[in-house]
Structure formats: C-alpha cells, structure tokens
C-alpha cells in the first residue's frame, strides 16, 4: 500500500483556471511538503509544514497555497493556472525531529495549456 | 546554503560495485550528508546518511572523509533496479524553518547495462 498518496497522477488545466492537488500520507509523521519538479531541472522547495504550520516558504508566488485540514493532508491550491506551472508536483512527509529521512510521493503531472 | 559538487553521469555493469563521488568542501559542521536517488515518473527514495563516520545499511554504504570535505556512495553488486539519479545533500539537522528543506541538485546519473 502506498504510505504518501497522490492525487490525482495526472491533470490537464487551462491557462487561468484553479486547482488543487491532493496529498496524504500513513506513515504517522509530524511534517509535509511540497516540491516542485520542471522538465529536467531539480527538484524544488516550495513549502514545508509541522504540526499543520507553516514553517518555510520558498514559493514567490501567492498562487500556491497549501491547505492542511489534517495533521496527515496537505493540499496544494494553485490560482490562475499559467503554462510555465506544468511540472511534476511531489509531496514529502517526515517526522519533526532531529534526525528524519524523508518520504515521497509519486506526484501529480501538472500540464496547463 | 553548502554546495555538493558531483559527476553529471557514471556508468556501470549488472555486478559490479560502483563508487559515487560527492564533494562538499564547505561544508560545516553540523551538516549531515543525506543521499537520495529518483528514478523517471517517481519521487525521490532515501538512501542513506552520516555525519563523520562511515555508516552502511541495506542499500548502501556510505565512506565519508576524515576531513568531512568529501564522500562516497558505494553500491555493490548494481543491478538494473540501481539505475537512478543520486543526489548528495547537506542538511542541518534541527527543527525548524529551513532546517527541513533538502536542496537538490543535478545529481548523478547512473547508467547500469546487462
């Protein structure tokens, strides 16, 4: 069974339309993220969550919001959908403690046209 | 933030031990070495991680410099499954802010063939 769950794998939006990406994970830790993954570019910080808080912002953009509704979710609402946010969106969760490796998702393939 | 530099690409046969190098010449002293590796249309898996000595689980074994300014990721007997991108991360180990963050780079691809 899969411990951090995705959804959905795949979407297609148009340009200025909003959506939100789906992220929970089982594994009983404490803090989440999101990452953001352009075609062959590295991996990208965007948000980091503990405790359903706010701890770490590296997104310019108010388009991105996460959205915890529980201590295992964090969402990801994203506003006036552009071209230039297609990318492979991945979801992380660790434990808020000293030492904790992280755990990801299989993420969701953004394309806006 | 510290930078690790490493090989764009490496290659390998089915068998063999392959040594992934990483280099972290600034890095201080209470940053871990963190390795993850991501293979195409899945996100990124631990590997493993170490702060001064040498350490070896399941997947890997992890030889860190006495100076800290380098380290190598050893994999023996590669198979295919090993084919991945694998990333040398620093991160402060601490709660809190960007204490969480992990900073990706290229990393190296590593190339495994039959």
């Known amino acids: 069974d899969p411990k951090i769950i995705q959804k959905p794998k795949y979407l297609v939006a148009v340009t200025g339309s909003e959506k939100i990406l789906i992220c929970e994970q089982y594994?009983?830790?404490?803090?989440m993220y999101w990452y953001r993954q352009s075609a062959k570019k590295p991996l990208e910080f965007m948000f980091s969550?503990?405790?359903?808080?706010?701890?770490d912002n590296q997104t310019a953009s108010s388009r991105f919001q996460p959205q915890s509704s529980k201590k295992n979710h964090l969402d990801l609402q994203i506003t006036a959908l552009k071209p230039d946010d297609s990318a492979t969106y991945f979801c992380?969760?660790?434990?808020?403690?000293?030492?904790?490796?992280?755990?990801f998702g299989s993420g969701t393939r953004l394309l806006v046209i | 933030d510290a930078k690790t530099t490493q090989p764009d690409s490496m290659e390998s046969t089915e068998g063999e031990t392959v040594h992934l190098p990483c280099s972290h010449a600034?890095?201080?002293?209470?940053?871990?070495i963190y390795w993850y590796r991501q293979v195409p249309l899945q996100g990124p898996e631990y590997v493993t991680h170490g702060l001064q000595q040498n350490t070896t689980n399941s997947m890997a074994f992890l030889a860190i410099a006495s100076d800290r300014k380098s380290s190598t990721l050893i994999l023996t007997h590669v198979s295919l499954r090993d084919a991945a991108v694998y990333h040398c991360i620093l991160r402060v180990e601490g709660r809190g802010g960007s204490n969480y963050k992990l900073t990706f780079g290229k990393g190296t691809l590593l190339t495994v063939t039959p």
């Open positions: 992380a969760s660790s434990q808020d403690r000293g030492y904790s490796d992280y755990t």
């Open positions: 600034t890095i201080s002293g209470n940053e871990y």
């Open positions: 594994l009983g830790h404490n803090a």
């Open positions: 969550y503990s405790y359903q808080k706010l701890m």
